[in-house]
């Protein structure tokens, strides 16, 4: 079992730049992945989503990738002489025209070198892509770590939820024995305070002690209940994606204790569904961190 939550980061050298690639995931019902990247590394976004998704089944991941010149290298100015001198000439002439005294400057001179500079100085996607697939991998590795990590602790407290769930499932079999026996007293009871004389034989009064035997029968629910709760523990054991799974199990289980709440003709009994579904809503919070 793994959580959804997780983070990994990695930072990489190539020549002149230093890739920080940053991965996060939080809670989402399916698998959803945005990559955040310089616009002349675009390309990386089908890769990194092709890998991604053959690692993960669920949640919204987030890839930042940043770029930042390498501390360890020095970057050399390149000036064209060529655009620098008509530029200088234009830009002279443009004073001489108004009566201005034009002297050239050390910093108009990397001005212009700046203006006239196209190159972004972000590398090529292509010689860029091992460094930024190495810190991808990296990321991803520590992403998992964190997750698994994060959902081994989701499992104990989903395993000991599911315990308490049956200790609750077998006091609910314990109180519903003799539910309709004790009903039938009842009736018979109120019938003679009511002056009515009636046998207990009678057609009329085994008629309405069958239906109410059969509308307060919950033995049905809570052997579908022990058959979900089976499975879930099946699924914590899985190796694959279970928080989908296991959300359908716990809806069934929440809709067999409703049912048992509505027939339930015993306050304990009805009570120890009551407390079974504080449980299941507990579950069911937990397992929307679940991959």
Not at 162 to 190: D, V
């Amino acid at each position: 079992m793994n959580s959804m939550t997780g983070y990994g980061r990695a930072k990489v050298e190539m020549p002149g730049q230093l890739i920080s690639l940053e991965l996060s995931s939080v809670n989402k019902k399916n698998l959803e992945i945005v990559v955040s990247s310089p616009r002349e590394w675009q390309s990386f976004e089908q890769h990194a989503l092709q890998f991604l998704r053959g690692c993960f089944d669920r949640g919204r991941i987030r890839v930042s990738i940043h770029l930042e010149p390498s501390p360890n290298f020095q970057h050399e100015l390149i000036f064209d002489e060529t655009f620098l001198g008509s530029d200088l000439k234009s830009l002279s002439s443009f004073m001489e025209k108004r009566g201005l005294e034009f002297v050239p400057s050390a910093e108009i001179i990397l001005q212009l070198t700046s203006l006239r500079k196209k190159d972004s100085g972000i590398p090529p996607y292509e010689e860029a892509f091992p460094f930024l697939d190495k810190a991808l991998i990296s990321c991803c590795e520590q992403m998992k770590i964190m997750r698994a990590d994060e959902g081994r602790k989701l499992c104990s407290d989903l395993n000991d939820r599911t315990q308490q769930l049956r200790k609750l499932i077998h006091e609910m079999n314990q109180q519903s024995h003799g539910m309709a026996n004790e009903w039938k007293n009842r009736l018979l009871e109120r019938l003679k305070k009511a002056g009515l004389d009636l046998d207990e034989q009678d057609d009329r009064v085994l008629k309405e002690i069958a239906l109410f035997a059969e509308k307060c029968d919950i033995s049905e629910e809570l052997t579908r209940l022990s058959s979900h709760l089976n499975q879930i523990e099946e699924t914590f054991s899985s190796t694959s994606s279970t928080g989908r799974k296991t959300e359908f199990l716990l809806q069934e289980v929440g809709r067999e204790l409703n049912t048992i709440c509505s027939k339930s003709a015993r306050t304990t009994c009805t009570k120890l569904a009551l407390d079974a579904r504080v449980e299941v809503e507990k579950m069911r919070e937990q397992v929307m961190n679940v991959e």
